[in-house]
Nanobody, 123 residues
Framework: QARPVESGGGSVQTGGSLKLSCDVSAYTRSDYCMGWFRRQAPGDEREEFADIYRRDGIASYADSVQGRFTISKDNAKNTLYLQMSSLKPEDTAMYYC???????????????WGQGTQVTVSS
């Protein structure tokens, strides 16, 4: 089965910006919820920090990224985005794109996962 495919990771200095993209072509139903997770160290759990409904674009954020990160989507391109600004060293993590039928399912880590893209923020 197809899975989300992330791109756009890399290295940036503190205070910088980075934009991630995710191909979500396999998840075109209007009731899908799509989101971003991150794992800051091997062995850590993946932390869900932003999600958005495909149908209406209503987004939710964790406090740790509120005001700095913006999740968005382009349904015509079947692409999910994450614009990250004011990056901090603690944002260093493997970032994963995910999709699920509903956001409450996504938030329970029950989702279709991408392979992840590394973001490194240096001080």
């Amino acid at each position: 089965q197809a899975r989300p495919v992330e791109s756009g990771g890399g290295s940036v200095q503190t205070g910088g910006s980075l934009k991630l993209s995710c191909d979500v072509s396999a998840y075109t139903r209007s009731d899908y919820c799509m989101g971003w997770f991150r794992r800051q160290a091997p062995g850590d759990e993946r932390e869900e920090f932003a999600d958005i409904y495909r149908r209406d674009g209503i987004a939710s954020y964790a406090d740790s990224v509120q005001g700095r990160f913006t999740i968005s989507k382009d349904n015509a391109k079947n692409t999910l985005y994450l614009q990250m600004s004011s990056l901090k060293p603690e944002d260093t993590a493997m970032y994963y794109c995910a999709a699920a039928r509903h956001c409450y399912t996504l938030r329970r880590n029950n989702a279709h996962w991408g392979q992840g893209t590394q973001v490194t923020v240096s001080s």
